[in-house]
């Protein structure tokens, strides 16, 4: 979106004589599904920037306004280049000062700079225009196991603030459901509540929650003796450099910790036959392989457990 903002503008009387040889910004729109903090800017080329132009033009500088100083370049900062290619017409993404959001509208205003190589410049008048703090999008790999706990995908969004839990007895999304908790976390228990379907939602730093992920409650569920926690389980999941592996042994023994890649194929050894006392165990592991989807097994006398594990890149 954009507006334009009539403004003081200082320039000397060549500069006038040359307003032909400004760019033209023609439009300032929020980027979509970007999580907010950026519009794309359109503007027309100088008139200069074409072959056998006496001053050719090299570059194009997109300058944004700085609150809190007065109007003329001291109050503008350099947020994007765009080299100049003898195009009739550019775009480009810039950062805006702040989103818009419940709020209302917020503006930030920007002009386009023309620089040519003998470091003469030509300004477009200023415009403005305003991004939008986009909601999270959707949960992605909801799943229910067995032993009764909802997991799914940490969330990769820079302004991510927490997931939120809740329970209904209807298939859809409706008032009728319940909160159940707010976590940070891409797990949570959900044994023994009195709910058919279980949703989950991401929420952002602006407040703003996207679409619920949906899973079906299971008569199946398998409440876990000891801790409380499954047999196995890592986190965080999906990871980007190291994640904990946490493993419950119920018999003393050796035990032996193996990573395999999508296709089967051994790709490392944690733990081969060291003896474990009979309770929970954590280590860490940092992949030696690229990102991609995982298996961890772990193996120990009457115990015998597998994890799908995703490693962001």
Do not use: C
């Amino acid at each position: 979106m954009r507006r334009y903002i009539p403004f003081l503008w200082f320039v000397s009387a060549a500069t006038a004589a040359l307003a032909a040889d400004e760019p033209g910004i023609v439009s300032i729109r929020d980027v979509p599904a970007d999580g907010g903090g950026l519009v794309e800017i359109q503007f027309d080329r100088s008139d200069l920037d074409q072959s056998g132009s006496p001053t050719p033009i090299a570059e194009y500088e997109v300058h944004r306004r700085v609150d809190g100083f007065g109007p003329g370049p001291g109050g503008w900062e350099v947020v994007g280049t765009v080299a100049a290619m003898a195009w009739s017409s550019y775009a480009t993404v810039v950062p805006t000062v702040v989103d818009s959001a419940g709020s209302g509208v917020r503006w930030t205003s920007f002009f386009v700079r023309a620089v040519s190589g003998a470091g003469v410049f030509f300004d477009s008048p200023p415009d403005s225009g305003y991004s939008v703090d986009n909601p999270p999008g959707p949960l992605i790999g909801l799943v229910l196991d067995e032993t009764g706990y909802l997991f799914w995908d940490a969330s990769v969004e820079s302004d991510f603030r927490s997931f939120r839990v809740y329970g209904g007895d209807e298939e859809l999304f409706s008032e009728g459901v319940q909160l159940i908790a707010e976590t940070p976390q891409s797990m949570y228990d959900v044994r023994g509540l009195p709910f058919r379907w279980f949703f989950v939602t991401a929420t952002d730093a602006a407040g703003q929650e996207g679409p619920p992920a949906r899973a079906a409650s299971s008569l199946e569920q398998v409440p876990y003796s000891g801790d409380g926690l499954p047999p196995l389980f890592l986190t965080p999941h999906p990871f980007r450099s190291t994640t904990i592996v946490s493993y419950r042994i119920p018999t003393a023994g050796s035990v032996t910790i193996r990573v395999y890649d999508a296709l089967g194929r051994r790709l490392e050894t944690l733990i081969e036959d060291e003896w474990h006392a009979a309770q929970r165990h954590e280590l860490a592991w940092r992949p030696t392989s690229a990102m991609g989807m995982f298996v961890i097994r772990v193996e120990a006398p009457g115990f015998e457990e597998t994890k799908k594990v995703v490693r962001l890149r």
